[in-house]
């Protein structure tokens, strides 16, 4: 598509012309954008433990994971399906930042696991999912500064990752929720829901 290689040269160029900003983009597109939504997701349940959602949001959380695994197994799947090469070994004078493996380039790996981290957590926590969903739209941008990705790439990554996200948090969070509220062993229930056990024989809501 013209606009997705003018797109790309577009940002690419920037990166170019802006040396100085490439030791932070680097280690941001490679492994600092992941462990930033990761975070975010531990603070989005932490901050839940001791509410009245709290099994909920424990819930949504361990779904945002499998959402996470989802989306990158649907990439492979959607990788079988459109091969196409990464920029760096299709076109001449890419800028890249990355020492990668020239396996494909669609669709973006990085970006499918940030959009689900970052809509898994929209789910259950708005305020820290607003601040995933700018970290993760930042990092697919970052993949194509570095030269890893085209823009469709990281769109279709995207894409996959926040469906995954929406078809499998919202859905299950709430039955899940309920199933830890009954079934949480009591030694676990301070750590992981920040309430205490329930009296013996009082009824659980």
């Known amino acids: 598509m013209p606009w997705n290689l003018a797109l790309f ?3 690419n160029q920037l990166a170019a012309r802006t040396g100085w900003a490439h030791p932070f983009m680097a280690a941001f597109a490679l492994w600092g954008g992941p462990v930033i939504l ?3 997701l531990a603070l989005a349940w932490w901050t839940r433990r001791g509410r009245g ?8 959380a361990v779904l945002t994971g499998v959402a996470t695994l989802v989306s990158l197994g649907l990439n ?15 076109l001449h004078g890419v800028t890249v930042l990355l020492s990668h493996s020239a396996d494909n380039s669609f669709p ?12 898994g957590v929209l789910v259950f926590a708005r305020g820290w999912g607003l ?12 993949r194509v500064y570095a030269g890893m990705h085209y823009p469709l790439d990281v769109l279709a990554g995207l894409a996959i990752g926040a469906v995954a996200a929406l078809l499998l948090v919202p859905t ?3 039955v899940l929720g309920r199933l830890v509220q009954r079934r949480m062993p009591n030694p676990l229930r301070p750590l992981l829901l920040g309430i205490e056990a329930p009296a013996p024989g009082a009824a659980v809501e």
């Open 108 to 119: 973006s790996d990085h970006a499918a696991l940030g959009a689900a981290l970052a809509v």
């Open 172 to 174: 299950l969070a709430g």
């Open 76 to 90: 492979q799947l959607f990788a079988a399906l459109h091969q196409e090469a990464r920029p760096f070994l299709a």
């Open 53 to 60: 959602d709290a099994a909920r949001a424990l819930a949504a």
């Open 38 to 40: 990761v975070l975010l």
């Open 9 to 11: 040269w577009d940002i």
């Open 131 to 142: 601040i995933a969903c700018a970290v993760a739209v930042f990092l697919a941008f970052a």
